[in-house]
């Protein structure tokens, strides 16, 4: 990712923002909102002073923040595409949402994005009868030419993904981590192999830490790209 591009830049200083509300969207959103004199195109000579005043932060901290998620953004692998809320490529569905995520990082067929899909929910525990339905579901779905989403976690997340690819079709997987980690780490491998064959999706930088609401937030991120979702709830 070319971190000169101005629209990078834009995401880096967001998220520079961000850290100072606990990485919250909502509250970094509202924050900015209410901002009288800020520009992100400014520079930072006018920007660190400016926003470190609003935030009640010395310009030092504010700065070496600032260098952090910088220097983050340079870890992402090769082929990550960032796009924010008003691109073409940003899911239509998605953006119409109030509290859809700013920007999303995504790794593979960017076009499934604003593709039909449907997105499918369940157990990281889940018996061997909630799992043969979700393979003859997701046939279904396949079958249709209907993206399948799911999470990528273990269980029914595992065994969407598996099945779609198995059969041809097409999954996206919505992952509560940033893009360059990899939750389960036994899933390390599909999610490579989403990369090259869908597409893996996270409204997470990389700068980041793996925080637990990260996953019920990814879910409304999946839910919001998806004309329905369904959910197994049947456990071992």
Same mark, same amino acid.
Request: aromatic share 8%; proline share 6%; net charge positive.
């Given at each position: 990712m070319d971190i000169n591009n101005v629209y990078v830049r834009d995401a880096i200083l967001y998220y520079t923002i961000q850290q100072y509300f606990n990485c919250n969207d909502k509250k970094t959103s509202r924050f900015i909102t209410q901002l009288d004199h800020f520009n992100y195109r400014s520079g930072l000579i006018h920007n660190?002073?400016?926003?470190s005043l609003q935030l009640h932060v010395s310009e030092k901290d504010f700065y070496h923040t600032y260098l952090r998620v910088k220097e983050s953004f340079k870890t992402l692998p090769e082929g990550v595409i960032l796009v924010k809320k008003s691109d073409e490529i940003y899911s239509k569905l998605l953006a119409v949402i109030p509290t859809a995520p700013p920007y999303l990082f995504l790794k593979g067929n960017?076009?499934?994005?604003?593709?039909?899909?449907?997105?499918?929910?369940?157990?990281r525990d889940a018996s061997r009868e909630a799992m043969e339905k979700t393979e003859i579901l997701v046939k279904a779905l396949v079958k249709r030419?209907?993206?399948?989403?799911?999470?990528?976690?273990?269980?029914?997340?595992?065994?969407t993904h598996q099945t779609a690819l198995k059969n041809n079709g097409r999954t996206i997987a919505v992952i509560g981590t940033p893009i360059n980690q990899y939750y389960p780490k036994e899933n390390k491998k599909l999610q490579l192999t989403i990369e090259k064959h869908g597409?893996?999706?996270?409204? @997470?930088?990389?700068?980041?830490?793996?925080?637990?609401?990260?996953?019920?937030?990814?879910?409304?991120?999946?839910?919001?790209?998806?004309?329905?979702?369904?959910? @197994?709830?049947?456990?071992?």
């Open positions: 660190i002073p400016y926003l960017v076009r499934l994005l604003n593709e039909k899909s449907v997105s499918v929910v369940g157990s030419n209907i993206v399948v989403n799911a999470g990528l976690a273990k269980g029914i997340d595992t065994i597409l893996v999706v996270s409204q @997470f930088p990389p700068c980041n830490k793996v925080y637990k609401w990260n996953f019920p937030t990814r879910n409304a991120t999946m839910s919001g790209i998806s004309i329905a979702t369904t959910i @197994f709830s049947l456990m071992a």
